[in-house]
């Protein structure tokens, strides 16, 4: 893989500080700039991919951007929040993925580096294997002793922070920050079922990496 460029499309402070430290997971250098800088930005260098974060943007916005990009060979990447995936149509050109603006920073990489560079998206770093358990990055596959796991996608997203950050116990209302994202208003014992409806489909012996720990939270071991 060889080193590539982004332009990251975002109206918030917060957007631009997740993107500072996703870059750093990738060999990307990738410009950060709020919607209206976007003529400018591509007219004054080339990108090999835009993220644009839809997020208090309009729909004659992103038309704007799609239109611009329909004759390059520059992919882009939308940043959706759950309540809008339903309205989300991705253009067939130029190439186009999406990701929720609650994914964890990893599926974040990952679906970048799927558009960065295609065919190469799926590397070692992208799998990680613990004993009969096995969880794809990149393509969002789980699996027991190589039999595929139907997880929903907050199930997997749960699960994949954890399995990324082995040894360290997390209060649920941490995980609902880091998983659900600071907006989710919900209560902790989110948590607690998605954790035993990942248990239970995982079955005892893989789920017995989730350990709980008594008046915090849980913690994944290896």
């Known amino acids: 893989m060889h080193h590539k460029t982004a332009l990251f499309l975002s109206q918030t402070a917060d957007g631009h500080e997740r ?3 996703i870059s750093s997971m990738l060999d990307v250098s990738v410009l950060l700039a709020g919607i209206a800088r976007f003529d400018q930005a591509v007219l004054e260098r080339e990108f090999d991919l835009v993220v644009l974060d839809i997020n208090g943007v309009s729909s004659s ?13 520059t992919p882009i990447l939308f940043v959706v ?3 809008l995936m339903s309205d ?3 253009p067939m050109r130029p190439v186009s993925d ?7 920073d990893v599926e974040f990489a990952a679906r970048m580096r799927h558009l960065l560079w295609p065919g190469e998206e799926t590397g070692d770093e992208d799998v990680i294997k613990i004993a009969e358990l096995s969880v794809n990055l990149a393509t969002y596959q789980v699996r027991v002793d190589d039999k595929p796991i139907d997880l929903t996608y907050m199930e997997y997203s749960l699960l994949a922070f954890m399995v990324t950050h082995p040894g360290r116990a997390y209060t649920r209302e941490a995980l609902l920050r ?7 208003c919900g ?3 989110t948590v607690d079922v998605h954790v035993r409806r990942i248990r ?6 893989a789920s017995s990496h989730i350990e709980t720990v008594r008046g915090v939270g849980y913690l994944f071991k290896l």
């Open 19 to 21: 993107m500072r430290r």
């Open 61 to 73: 916005q992103v038309e704007h951007v799609e239109t611009i990009l329909a004759d390059s060979s």
């Open 81 to 83: 929040t759950e309540s």
């Open 88 to 90: 989300l149509h991705l």
């Open 98 to 104: 999406f990701v929720n603006s609650q994914a964890v």
């Open 178 to 184: 880091r998983v659900w994202g600071f907006e989710y």
């Open 187 to 189: 209560g902790s014992r």
């Open 200 to 205: 239970a489909k995982l079955g005892a012996q």
